[in-house]
C-alpha cells in the first residue's frame, strides 16, 4: 500500500513539473500581450520610448526586444510614426502560445486577435465590455492600416506625453462597441478618447493599456 502511495505521489510529482515546464516554455515564447497596467499616468508614458520600455518592463524575462503598438504624429522635425512599422514581422504569440497573426498584413486584416487570445503578459484575460470594470479601449493613436494619422489633430495625446487635456485613438481588444459595425469590432482604431487622463480614458472604457509586440 505504501509503495502503491509513493508511486501516486510520484506520478502527480511528475505531471505538476510536466505542466510547470510547458507553462514556462510557452511564456517564454510569447511575442504579444495586452499591459496588465497602465503608465499611471493615463496616457502619458515619456513618449514611445517610455511606452516601449513599459512592454519591455513588464514582459521581464528573456532575451525579446519589445515595442508598443503605437503610432506617433511629426514633431521638431522628424517625420510621423506608423505603429505597423515598429512591431518586427511576426509570427507574434499569446502567453499560452496562440498565434495572434503570421505577419503585419495579417494582423492587419483576418487576424486571430479578440478577447480570448489578447492575454496579458501573465496570461489573464483583459476586461471587456459587458465586464466591471471594463478596460477593452486599447491605446494606439493608429488608422485601421497601422499608420499615423496625417491630419493635424491631436490622435496620441502629444505623442504619449499628455495626461490632462488632449485625445487618443482607441481599439477595441474584444471587438465588440455600441453598434456590430467595423468600427466597434476595429482591434486598433474604434475611436477617440474624451481625454488623457486615467479619469477621461474611463469614461469610454479605457484603462491606458497598450498593446506589446516582440519585434524580435
Known sequence: MTSVKLNVAVSVALLTLGFIANAQA?????????????????ADFGGLAGADKHCQALASAGSRTWHAYLSAAPAQGSSAVNARDRIGSG????????VIAQNVAELHGANNLNKQTALSEKGETINGRGDTPNKHDILTGSQADGTA???????TCGNWTKSGEGVAQLGHHDRMGLK???????????????GCSDEALRTTGSAGLLYCFAIN
Open 149 to 155: 494619422y496625417k491630419d493635424s489633430d491631436d490622435h
Open 26 to 42: 510557452q511564456a517564454s515564447d510569447m511575442t504579444f500581450f495586452v499591459t496588465s497596467t497602465g503608465s499611471g499616468k493615463g
Open 180 to 194: 456590430d459595425d467595423e468600427p466597434s469590432r476595429s482591434w486598433n482604431s474604434s475611436h477617440p478618447s474624451r
Open 91 to 98: 509570427p507574434w504569440k499569446n502567453a499560452k502560445g496562440v
